[in-house]
């Protein structure tokens, strides 16, 4: 909870890629409160008023989680609304405000979204910003477990980091202006 807020006050594409994170390791924990009290929880070092709303945080994600019908897979309805967000703003950068530099940035990624999109199986059923954070979440997955990751895999994580980062941050720039 702690690191989610501040992740979303900074970084739209880091707080998606966060939370999808504890949407698996909440499943990991088989959405038990009790587990994720001790595995979770009790490892920050808060006052009781922290923990608690730490524990009804955690606790309301399992709900949410529940209803949705996402304690196998998938995301939150509240995830998939950032993740859109962000969509909708690459579509923006790209055809309305055709913003140059964002342009570049794409370019230089899009070779390696259409390699992973023939690799996925995916088709067109998913947004080239849903891939690439796909793809990001990987490669956290894989550096979590220490696996070696190829260089060409590298080179195309760094297109699409430097895509999402661009939206991230232009993102929070509009978002500190309201």
Same mark, same amino acid.
């Given at each position: 909870?702690?690191?989610?807020?501040?992740? /979303?006050?900074?970084? +739209?594409?880091?707080?998606? +890629?966060?939370?999808?994170?504890?949407? %698996?390791?909440?499943? &990991?924990?088989?959405? %038990?409160?009790?587990?994720?009290?001790?595995?979770?929880? %009790?490892?920050?070092?808060?006052?009781?008023?922290?923990?608690?709303?730490?524990?009804?945080?955690?606790?309301? *994600?399992?709900?949410?989680?529940?209803?949705?019908?996402?304690?196998? $897979?998938?995301? *939150?309805?509240?995830? /998939?609304?950032?993740?859109?967000?962000?969509?909708? *703003?690459?579509?923006?950068?790209?055809?309305?405000?055709? %913003?140059?530099?964002?342009?570049?940035?794409?370019?230089?990624?899009?070779?390696?979204?259409?390699?992973?999109?023939?690799?996925?199986?995916?088709?067109?059923?998913?947004?080239?910003?849903?891939?690439? *954070?796909?793809?990001?979440?990987?490669?956290?997955?894989?550096? +979590?477990?220490?696996?070696?990751?190829?260089?060409?895999?590298?080179? &195309?994580?760094?297109?699409?980091? $430097?895509?999402?980062?661009? +939206?991230?941050?232009?993102?929070?720039?509009?978002?500190? /202006? /309201?």
């Amino acid at each position: 909870m702690l690191i989610a807020r501040e992740k /979303k006050q900074n970084n +739209l594409a880091e707080y998606i +890629l966060y939370m999808w994170q504890l949407e %698996d390791i909440l499943r &990991a924990l088989n959405l %038990d409160m009790q587990k994720v009290k001790e595995a979770v929880i %009790d490892k920050f070092q808060v006052d009781e008023a922290t923990a608690r709303e730490m524990y009804d945080w955690y606790d309301n *994600l399992i709900e949410m989680m529940k209803k949705e019908r996402v304690e196998q $897979k998938g995301h *939150l309805q509240v995830i /998939k609304n950032n993740v859109e967000e962000l969509e909708e *703003l690459h579509y923006f950068l790209l055809h309305k405000a055709n %913003d140059m530099r964002y342009r570049q940035i794409v370019t230089m990624a899009v070779g390696n979204l259409t390699d992973l999109r023939a690799k996925s199986g995916q088709g067109n059923d998913i947004s080239d910003v849903e891939l690439a *954070l796909n793809a990001l979440y990987g490669q956290l997955m894989l550096r +979590l477990q220490k696996k070696e990751i190829h260089p060409q895999t590298v080179q &195309a994580m760094e297109s699409f980091s $430097k895509m999402i980062g661009y +939206l991230a941050a232009y993102y929070h720039e509009e978002e500190t /202006k /309201k």
